[in-house]
C-alpha cells in the first residue's frame, strides 16, 4: 500500500507527458478516418462532386435557416446570463458580439484552448469582468445546454416518439418511469432556485445557479440551438436515411460528443465516421455529400461572414478612432483578433492543401498546357502545397499577434494565391486566398509585436493542431486517388494528367517540413532573452540621488534598463525569455516612474512577454492596479528604528556579547570609504570565498548582490578587521539613502576561522554606526513567505505561500531568516508582487528564482 502515491504519481507523470497528450488525439483520428475509409469504400470521387452539385436549393435554404436559428441562440447565452451578474456595465452588443464571434471560430476550430472560454475571458476582461465571473458564466450556460439536453430526453423517454426504440431499446415501462424521473429532477432543480442564491457544488468546485425564470429562458436557448443544429444537417439527409427526426437527433448527439472528445478539429472525421456507421449509409455519396455540404453551412460560412464583418467593423473603427463608439469595438474586438487570424491562416492553408490533393479540372489544364512548360506546373504545385503547410505553422505566431508572422503569412498567401494560378487556374482557391489576404490587411495593425521568438515556433499543442489537420487532409487525397495503383515508378511521372504523383510528392515534401518544424518545437528552448546591459551614467546618478537603499540592486550587473526621456526616472529589469521583470519600484521622479511603469508594460506586450514588477512596496501600488496587474504579497521587510537603538537590555545581551567577544579576539570595526574598496578585494574575496565554502552555495543575482568588484566598488564597506594583522573577518556593502532616512546592507560574508562573534559583532556595531550617523532606520532585506495567513478562508495564493513558508525548509531556512532578523525588534513591512494575475504569480516567481539562482543547476542548492 505505501507504494501507491508514487505509483499514481507516476501514472499521472507519464499521461500528462506532452507526447502521449499529442499521441492520443491523434491516434483516435486516424482511426476515425481509417474507419471513414472503409465506410466509404465504394464511393467514387466523381460520385461525391455530382453528389454536392445535385443538391436542391430548398434543402440548402431550409438547412441555412436553422443554422441562422443556431447562431440566434447562441448569441442569446451571454447577454441573458451577464444581466443577473453583478458586472461592470457595457454595451449590450458586446455580450452578442462575443457569443457570435466565438462560436463561429470554436465551431470551426473544435479546440477550447484556442476557442470558446478563451476569447470571452479576454474580451469580458477588457471590460473589468474578473475571471471568476466569466468561469461562473460559461459554468452556466454548460448547465443551461445539459439541462435543455436532458429536457429533450426526459420528454422522449415519457412519450415514447416514434424511432426512439431504434435507437435505445428498453421495456415500454421502465423507459417512462426514466423519463419521468429525468423531468421531475429538472423540474425539481427549478423549484429549488426559485428563491435565487443557490450554488451547484462537485467536491471543491462550485458555481451559482441562475432564478428559475432565467435558467427556464437559458434552457429554452439551448433547445433552440440543440435542435437548430441538428435540424441543419437533418434538411440536407437522404430521405431513406434520416428517417425520424428522434432518431436523427439522437445519433447526432452522439456523433458531436465523441468528436469533441477526439480533440480533433471540428471532430473532424470522427463526426462523420459515427454519423455513417450509425445510420448505415456505407457507400452512400449522397450522404457523405450531405455531411460536406453541412460543413459548409454551418462552420465555414458563419466563420467567412464572422471574419469579414468583424474585418470590416474594425477598419471603420479605426477611420474614426477619436469616437467613443469606435474605441469600444476596438477594446471589444481586440481579443477575437489573434483567434480570428489564427483560424484565417489554419483555414487558408487546409485550403491550398486540399486543393493540392485533389484532381485538377482537364479543361482549365489544357489551357495551361498551351501557355506554361510542365515543369512550372510542377514546381507551383510543390511550392503551394509548402505554402499551405507552413501557414499551419505560422499561425500560432498569428495568435500571439507576432508582426513577423503577420508578414510570413500576407508573403504565403500571395504565393500560395499565385501558385494556385499556376497549378491548374483554381478560382475556388484564388477566391478564399483573395479574401484571406483582405482580412489579415484589414488587421495589420493588430500585429505590433516585434519579440525576438521564432514565428514558426510550435508548443505541443499547436503541433497536435496542425498534425490533425495535415492526417485529413492527407485523407481526403488518399479518398480522392483511391483507385491509382500505387507503385515505385508513380514517384518519377511527370504528366500533365499526373495528379496523383503530383500529390504523393508534395504529401512526402510537406510531411517532411511538418515533421522538421515540430521537432525544432519540442527539442528547442524558449524564445531569445534580452542579454544585460552595460550601467549607464544615469542610473548611477539615480541610485546615488534615491531615497530607497534597495534601488542600488540596479547596480548589480545583471539587468536592462528603461530610462524616462529626461533622465529623471529609470527601471531596472530582467528578461527571463518569457517575461520582462522589473526588480523593484522605479528609481527617481515618481511622475516620470509611473510613465516608464506604462512603458515597460507596452514594450513587454509588444515583445509577447508577461510584465511584473517584483519586491515592490507601497508607492506605486496604485500605478500597478491601475495598469490592471494583480498585486500579491511575497513576504516581509525588516526595518528597525535607529533613533533609541541601543545594546541595553535584556534583549541585545547576545549582540553586547558578540561584540565584547570580538573586543577581546582582537577585532575592531571599520568602515572602508568606497573609493578605497578596490585596494581590498583580495582580502575581501577571502573572506567570500571562506563563507561560499561553508555554506555550499553559489553567487545569487538580481534580487541580491554578487562578490563583483565592480558592484562592491559603489559603496562603503563595513568591516571586522584584526587590529594587528589586519585580517578581516566579516564585511558588508552599506547601502546608504541620499536623504540620510535609511541604511541597509546586501552583501554580508564572514571567515568562520577567525571569531565566533564574526557576523553578530559586525551587526551590532553597523547598527550602532548607522545611529551615530543619524540614520532613522537600519533595513535587514526582505523575509520571502513571511506574514502570508494560511487560513481557511485566505486568499488561494496566501495559503499556498503560508503553506510553503511553513513547510519548505527543504528548499530554503523561510522561517530561520524571519527569526534572526526577529531578534532585533524590527517593524515589518509588506513586500508585494504585481503581475498580470494570481494565475501567473506562481510562475512569474518561479522565474525570479531562476534569475537569482542564475538556473536550474542553482535552484537546485540551498
Given at each position: 500500500m505505501s507504494d501507491a502515491p508514487s505509483d499514481q504519481g507516476r501514472l499521472s507523470a507519464i499521461l500528462s507527458h506532452p507526447l502521449l497528450r499529442m499521441a492520443i488525439p491523434l491516434t483516435i483520428m486516424l482511426i476515425a478516418l481509417a474507419v471513414l475509409r472503409d465506410l466509404s469504400r465504394e464511393i467514387a470521387p466523381a460520385e461525391l462532386i455530382a453528389a454536392v452539385r445535385s443538391y436542391p436549393w430548398t434543402a440548402i435554404a431550409l438547412s441555412t435557416c436553422a443554422m441562422v436559428a443556431s447562431y440566434v441562440a447562441l448569441a442569446l447565452y451571454d447577454p441573458v446570463i451577464l444581466r443577473g451578474m453583478k458586472t461592470p456595465d457595457m454595451p449590450g452588443w458586446v455580450p452578442v458580439l462575443t457569443g457570435v464571434s466565438s462560436m463561429a471560430i470554436s465551431n470551426l476550430l473544435g479546440f477550447s484552448w484556442l476557442?470558446?472560454?478563451?476569447?470571452?475571458?479576454?474580451?469580458?476582461?477588457?471590460?473589468?469582468?474578473d475571471i471568476a465571473a466569466v468561469a461562473r458564466l460559461i459554468a452556466t450556460s454548460w448547465i443551461a445546454f445539459a439541462l435543455?439536453?436532458?429536457?429533450?430526453?426526459?420528454?422522449?423517454?415519457?412519450?415514447?416518439?416514434?424511432?426512439?426504440?431504434?435507437?435505445i431499446v428498453l421495456p415500454r415501462l421502465p423507459e417512462t418511469i426514466l423519463g419521468i424521473l429525468i423531468l421531475t429532477g429538472v423540474v425539481g432543480l427549478y423549484i429549488w432556485t426559485w428563491p435565487g442564491g443557490r450554488e451547484l457544488r462537485i467536491g471543491r468546485l462550485s458555481t451559482p445557479l441562475p432564478k428559475t425564470t432565467r435558467g427556464l429562458t437559458l434552457m429554452v436557448i439551448a433547445l433552440v440551438d440543440l435542435v437548430a443544429t441538428a435540424l441543419t444537417l437533418y434538411f440536407l439527409m437522404p430521405a431513406d436515411l434520416a428517417g425520424n427526426f428522434v432518431y436523427f437527433f439522437i445519433i447526432f448527439i452522439g456523433a458531436l460528443g465523441l468528436g469533441f472528445v477526439s480533440n480533433a478539429p471540428g471532430g473532424l472525421g470522427v463526426f462523420e465516421a459515427t454519423i455513417i456507421a450509425a445510420l448505415g449509409g456505407t457507400g452512400r455519396p449522397d450522404l457523405l455529400a450531405a455531411l460536406l455540404v453541412y460543413r459548409l453551412i454551418y462552420t465555414l460560412l458563419p466563420f467567412t461572414i464572422a471574419a469579414l464583418g468583424l474585418a470590416l467593423a474594425w477598419t471603420l473603427a479605426n477611420r474614426t478612432m477619436a469616437g467613443a463608439a469606435a474605441q469600444t469595438l476596438r477594446r471589444a474586438m481586440r481579443p477575437i483578433v489573434p483567434v480570428l487570424m489564427a483560424a484565417v491562416a489554419l483555414l487558408s492553408g487546409a485550403a491550398l492543401l486540399l486543393s493540392g490533393d485533389l484532381p485538377t479540372t482537364a479543361k482549365r489544364m489544357e489551357v495551361l498546357q498551351d501557355i506554361l512548360p510542365l515543369a512550372l506546373i510542377e514546381t507551383s504545385h510543390l511550392l503551394s502545397s509548402v505554402a499551405g503547410v507552413m501557414l499551419l505553422i505560422v499561425a500560432r505566431g498569428l495568435y500571439r499577434r507576432m508582426r513577423r508572422a503577420w508578414l510570413i503569412a500576407m508573403a504565403l498567401l500571395s504565393a500560395g494565391l499565385v501558385a494556385s494560378l499556376l497549378r491548374g487556374i483554381e478560382y475556388e482557391a484564388m477566391i478564399a486566398l483573395t479574401l484571406a489576404i483582405v482580412v489579415l490587411w484589414s488587421f495589420r495593425d493588430a500585429f505590433y509585436r516585434v519579440g525576438l521568438g521564432s514565428a514558426l515556433h510550435l508548443n505541443a499543442r499547436w503541433v497536435i493542431t496542425v498534425v490533425l489537420l495535415f492526417a485529413g487532409i492527407t485523407w481526403i487525397g488518399?479518398?480522392?486517388?483511391?483507385?491509382?495503383?500505387?507503385?515505385?515508378?508513380?514517384?518519377?511521372?511527370?504528366?500533365?494528367?499526373g495528379d496523383a504523383p503530383r500529390f504523393l510528392r508534395a504529401t512526402v515534401v510537406v510531411a517532411v517540413v511538418l515533421a522538421a518544424v515540430s521537432l525544432n518545437a519540442l527539442i528547442s528552448r524558449a524564445g531569445t532573452r534580452l542579454p544585460p546591459q552595460s550601467i549607464p551614467d544615469t542610473v548611477r546618478r539615480l541610485v546615488a540621488q534615491s531615497s530607497q537603499t534597495d534601488s542600488a540592486m540596479a547596480l548589480t550587473g545583471d539587468k536592462r534598463f528603461l530610462i524616462a526621456t529626461q533622465g529623471e526616472a529609470a527601471i531596472a529589469y530582467a528578461d527571463t525569455g518569457r517575461s520582462l521583470i522589473a526588480k523593484g519600484d522605479p528609481i527617481g521622479d515618481r511622475t516620470a516612474g509611473e510613465a516608464l511603469i506604462w512603458d515597460l508594460r507596452d514594450m513587454a506586450d509588444r515583445m509577447g512577454r508577461t510584465c511584473a514588477f517584483y519586491a515592490v512596496q507601497t508607492d506605486y501600488l496604485t500605478a500597478y492596479l491601475d495598469m490592471g496587474l494583480q498585486v500579491v504579497k511575497i513576504g516581509e521587510i525588516a526595518r528597525v528604528p535607529l533613533a533609541e537603538f541601543t545594546l541595553d537590555g535584556p534583549k541585545r545581551k547576545d549582540w553586547r556579547h558578540a561584540k565584547s567577544r570580538a573586543a577581546r579576539d582582537g577585532y575592531v570595526f571599520d568602515v572602508i570609504p568606497a573609493a578605497q574598496v578596490s585596494g581590498h578585494i583580495a582580502a575581501l574575496r577571502m573572506v567570500s570565498d571562506a563563507w561560499l565554502a561553508l555554506k555550499g552555495g553559489a553567487e545569487k543575482n538580481f534580487a541580491l548582490g554578487a562578490f563583483d568588484p565592480n558592484f562592491l566598488c559603489h559603496f562603503d564597506i563595513a568591516v571586522l578587521r584584526h587590529s594587528e594583522t589586519g585580517r578581516i573577518a566579516s564585511f558588508a556593502n552599506l547601502l546608504q539613502a541620499a536623504d540620510g532616512s535609511e541604511l541597509g546592507i546586501d552583501l554580508m560574508r564572514y571567515d568562520p576561522a577567525t571569531t565566533p562573534a564574526a557576523m553578530d559583532g559586525l551587526f551590532a556595531d553597523m547598527m550602532l554606526w548607522g545611529r551615530d550617523r543619524e540614520f532613522d532606520w537600519f533595513s535587514l532585506g526582505a523575509a520571502p513567505l513571511a506574514g502570508l495567513e494560511n487560513r481557511a478562508h485566505a486568499p488561494v495564493w496566501n495559503r499556498v505561500g503560508g503553506f510553503i513558508y511553513t513547510h519548505g525548509a527543504r528548499f530554503y531556512h523561510f522561517e530561520g531568516l524571519r527569526s534572526f532578523k526577529q531578534k532585533f525588534d524590527p517593524v515589518w513591512e509588506p513586500n508585494y508582487l504585481a503581475s498580470p494575475g494570481q494565475l501567473q504569480a506562481a510562475r512569474v516567481l518561479y522565474e525570479v528564482s531562476l534569475l537569482i539562482s542564475g538556473g536550474l543547476r542553482g535552484l537546485r542548492r540551498r
Amino acid at each position: 500500500m505505501s507504494d501507491a502515491p508514487s505509483d499514481q504519481g507516476r501514472l499521472s507523470a507519464i499521461l500528462s507527458h506532452p507526447l502521449l497528450r499529442m499521441a492520443i488525439p491523434l491516434t483516435i483520428m486516424l482511426i476515425a478516418l481509417a474507419v471513414l475509409r472503409d465506410l466509404s469504400r465504394e464511393i467514387a470521387p466523381a460520385e461525391l462532386i455530382a453528389a454536392v452539385r445535385s443538391y436542391p436549393w430548398t434543402a440548402i435554404a431550409l438547412s441555412t435557416c436553422a443554422m441562422v436559428a443556431s447562431y440566434v441562440a447562441l448569441a442569446l447565452y451571454d447577454p441573458v446570463i451577464l444581466r443577473g451578474m453583478k458586472t461592470p456595465d457595457m454595451p449590450g452588443w458586446v455580450p452578442v458580439l462575443t457569443g457570435v464571434s466565438s462560436m463561429a471560430i470554436s465551431n470551426l476550430l473544435g479546440f477550447s484552448w484556442l476557442t470558446g472560454g478563451a476569447i470571452r475571458y479576454r474580451i469580458y476582461a477588457a471590460f473589468g469582468v474578473d475571471i471568476a465571473a466569466v468561469a461562473r458564466l460559461i459554468a452556466t450556460s454548460w448547465i443551461a445546454f445539459a439541462l435543455g439536453l436532458l429536457t429533450l430526453l426526459g420528454l422522449m423517454f415519457t412519450f415514447h416518439p416514434t424511432g426512439m426504440s431504434q435507437v435505445i431499446v428498453l421495456p415500454r415501462l421502465p423507459e417512462t418511469i426514466l423519463g419521468i424521473l429525468i423531468l421531475t429532477g429538472v423540474v425539481g432543480l427549478y423549484i429549488w432556485t426559485w428563491p435565487g442564491g443557490r450554488e451547484l457544488r462537485i467536491g471543491r468546485l462550485s458555481t451559482p445557479l441562475p432564478k428559475t425564470t432565467r435558467g427556464l429562458t437559458l434552457m429554452v436557448i439551448a433547445l433552440v440551438d440543440l435542435v437548430a443544429t441538428a435540424l441543419t444537417l437533418y434538411f440536407l439527409m437522404p430521405a431513406d436515411l434520416a428517417g425520424n427526426f428522434v432518431y436523427f437527433f439522437i445519433i447526432f448527439i452522439g456523433a458531436l460528443g465523441l468528436g469533441f472528445v477526439s480533440n480533433a478539429p471540428g471532430g473532424l472525421g470522427v463526426f462523420e465516421a459515427t454519423i455513417i456507421a450509425a445510420l448505415g449509409g456505407t457507400g452512400r455519396p449522397d450522404l457523405l455529400a450531405a455531411l460536406l455540404v453541412y460543413r459548409l453551412i454551418y462552420t465555414l460560412l458563419p466563420f467567412t461572414i464572422a471574419a469579414l464583418g468583424l474585418a470590416l467593423a474594425w477598419t471603420l473603427a479605426n477611420r474614426t478612432m477619436a469616437g467613443a463608439a469606435a474605441q469600444t469595438l476596438r477594446r471589444a474586438m481586440r481579443p477575437i483578433v489573434p483567434v480570428l487570424m489564427a483560424a484565417v491562416a489554419l483555414l487558408s492553408g487546409a485550403a491550398l492543401l486540399l486543393s493540392g490533393d485533389l484532381p485538377t479540372t482537364a479543361k482549365r489544364m489544357e489551357v495551361l498546357q498551351d501557355i506554361l512548360p510542365l515543369a512550372l506546373i510542377e514546381t507551383s504545385h510543390l511550392l503551394s502545397s509548402v505554402a499551405g503547410v507552413m501557414l499551419l505553422i505560422v499561425a500560432r505566431g498569428l495568435y500571439r499577434r507576432m508582426r513577423r508572422a503577420w508578414l510570413i503569412a500576407m508573403a504565403l498567401l500571395s504565393a500560395g494565391l499565385v501558385a494556385s494560378l499556376l497549378r491548374g487556374i483554381e478560382y475556388e482557391a484564388m477566391i478564399a486566398l483573395t479574401l484571406a489576404i483582405v482580412v489579415l490587411w484589414s488587421f495589420r495593425d493588430a500585429f505590433y509585436r516585434v519579440g525576438l521568438g521564432s514565428a514558426l515556433h510550435l508548443n505541443a499543442r499547436w503541433v497536435i493542431t496542425v498534425v490533425l489537420l495535415f492526417a485529413g487532409i492527407t485523407w481526403i487525397g488518399f479518398f480522392a486517388y483511391r483507385n491509382v495503383a500505387y507503385s515505385q515508378d508513380l514517384w518519377w511521372q511527370f504528366a500533365w494528367g499526373g495528379d496523383a504523383p503530383r500529390f504523393l510528392r508534395a504529401t512526402v515534401v510537406v510531411a517532411v517540413v511538418l515533421a522538421a518544424v515540430s521537432l525544432n518545437a519540442l527539442i528547442s528552448r524558449a524564445g531569445t532573452r534580452l542579454p544585460p546591459q552595460s550601467i549607464p551614467d544615469t542610473v548611477r546618478r539615480l541610485v546615488a540621488q534615491s531615497s530607497q537603499t534597495d534601488s542600488a540592486m540596479a547596480l548589480t550587473g545583471d539587468k536592462r534598463f528603461l530610462i524616462a526621456t529626461q533622465g529623471e526616472a529609470a527601471i531596472a529589469y530582467a528578461d527571463t525569455g518569457r517575461s520582462l521583470i522589473a526588480k523593484g519600484d522605479p528609481i527617481g521622479d515618481r511622475t516620470a516612474g509611473e510613465a516608464l511603469i506604462w512603458d515597460l508594460r507596452d514594450m513587454a506586450d509588444r515583445m509577447g512577454r508577461t510584465c511584473a514588477f517584483y519586491a515592490v512596496q507601497t508607492d506605486y501600488l496604485t500605478a500597478y492596479l491601475d495598469m490592471g496587474l494583480q498585486v500579491v504579497k511575497i513576504g516581509e521587510i525588516a526595518r528597525v528604528p535607529l533613533a533609541e537603538f541601543t545594546l541595553d537590555g535584556p534583549k541585545r545581551k547576545d549582540w553586547r556579547h558578540a561584540k565584547s567577544r570580538a573586543a577581546r579576539d582582537g577585532y575592531v570595526f571599520d568602515v572602508i570609504p568606497a573609493a578605497q574598496v578596490s585596494g581590498h578585494i583580495a582580502a575581501l574575496r577571502m573572506v567570500s570565498d571562506a563563507w561560499l565554502a561553508l555554506k555550499g552555495g553559489a553567487e545569487k543575482n538580481f534580487a541580491l548582490g554578487a562578490f563583483d568588484p565592480n558592484f562592491l566598488c559603489h559603496f562603503d564597506i563595513a568591516v571586522l578587521r584584526h587590529s594587528e594583522t589586519g585580517r578581516i573577518a566579516s564585511f558588508a556593502n552599506l547601502l546608504q539613502a541620499a536623504d540620510g532616512s535609511e541604511l541597509g546592507i546586501d552583501l554580508m560574508r564572514y571567515d568562520p576561522a577567525t571569531t565566533p562573534a564574526a557576523m553578530d559583532g559586525l551587526f551590532a556595531d553597523m547598527m550602532l554606526w548607522g545611529r551615530d550617523r543619524e540614520f532613522d532606520w537600519f533595513s535587514l532585506g526582505a523575509a520571502p513567505l513571511a506574514g502570508l495567513e494560511n487560513r481557511a478562508h485566505a486568499p488561494v495564493w496566501n495559503r499556498v505561500g503560508g503553506f510553503i513558508y511553513t513547510h519548505g525548509a527543504r528548499f530554503y531556512h523561510f522561517e530561520g531568516l524571519r527569526s534572526f532578523k526577529q531578534k532585533f525588534d524590527p517593524v515589518w513591512e509588506p513586500n508585494y508582487l504585481a503581475s498580470p494575475g494570481q494565475l501567473q504569480a506562481a510562475r512569474v516567481l518561479y522565474e525570479v528564482s531562476l534569475l537569482i539562482s542564475g538556473g536550474l543547476r542553482g535552484l537546485r542548492r540551498r
